[in-house]
Antibody, heavy 122, light 106 residues
Framework: EVQLLESGGGLVQTGGSLRLSCAASGFTFAGYAMSWVRQAPGKGLEWVSAISGSTGNTYYGDSVKGRFTISRDNSKNTLYLQMNSLRAEDTAVYYC???????????????WGQGTVVTVSP | AIRMTQSPSSFSASTGDRVTITCRASQDIGSYLAWYQQRPGKAPKLLISAASTLQSGVPSRFSGSGSGTDFTLTISGLQSEDFATYYCQQFFTYPLFGGGTRVEIK
């Protein structure tokens, strides 16, 4: 069974840092691009960042570029998101999502984790 | 930058209704469009990829159509479990979601 399990969310002050993790199982992790997608309270979905499967190429949304860093450890089947210089507007549920494999640099997401809550206090 | 516009933003419907949600891209995205369903407090679920490809396990009452800039998601015979929020997403360039359409019980 394909499963994604996020962890690492919590309450942090403005300007602080947090590292999210996403443990993957049930599929060949290194074979797929992975992304982080967030959802602010009562709002829609916003793609945050993506990383390719084997080359490790990374991509970022404009709102997090220069502050967030995505990475992966294929030996541990784990995806990470290092979040620095956090702002109130980063408050959201953060989901890790598996690319469907239809495309390489951008893709639909065929599996999602349950999400981890990040709250940035002023 | 590409913009994705969903309409309507919300509407009410009854069980058994046939409903259609529209998604418009500000430029040609080919068939690089996906549809998701999100129930309250849950993660999104991929329903349709490549504009019209139904994902495994998704009921056949869901269908998608369109290409280029105009796309539709149709639910033929709304069921109680279908009351949720639906999002389109383009993956022609960096992933971008539409604003969502909330389907409520009439």
């Amino acid at each position: 069974e394909v499963q994604l399990l996020e962890s690492g969310g919590g309450l942090v002050q403005t300007g602080g840092s947090l590292r999210l993790s996403c443990a993957a199982s049930g599929f060949t992790f290194a074979g797929y691009a992975m992304s982080w997608v967030r959802q602010a309270p009562g709002k829609g979905l916003e793609w945050v960042s993506a990383i390719s499967g084997s080359t490790g190429n990374t991509y970022y949304g404009d709102s997090v570029k220069g502050r967030f860093t995505i990475s992966r450890d294929n030996s541990k089947n784990t995806l990470y998101l290092q979040m620095n210089s956090l702002r109130a507007e980063d408050t959201a549920v953060y989901y890790c999502a598996k690319g469907s494999g239809l495309r390489t640099t951008s893709d639909a997401f065929d599996m999602w984790g349950q999400g981890t809550v990040v709250t940035v206090s002023p | 930058a590409i913009r994705m516009t969903q309409s309507p933003s919300s509407f009410s419907a009854s069980t058994g209704d046939r409903v259609t949600i529209t998604c418009r891209a500000s430029q040609d995205i080919g068939s690089y469009l996906a549809w998701y369903q999100q129930r309250p407090g849950k993660a999104p679920k991929l329903l349709i990829s490549a504009a019209s490809t139904l994902q495994s396990g998704v009921p056949s009452r869901f269908s998608g159509s369109g290409s280029g800039t105009d796309f539709t998601l149709t639910i033929s015979g709304l069921q109680s479990e279908d009351f949720a929020t639906y999002y389109c997403q383009q993956f022609f360039t960096y992933p971008l979601f539409g604003g969502g359409t909330r389907v409520e019980i009439k």
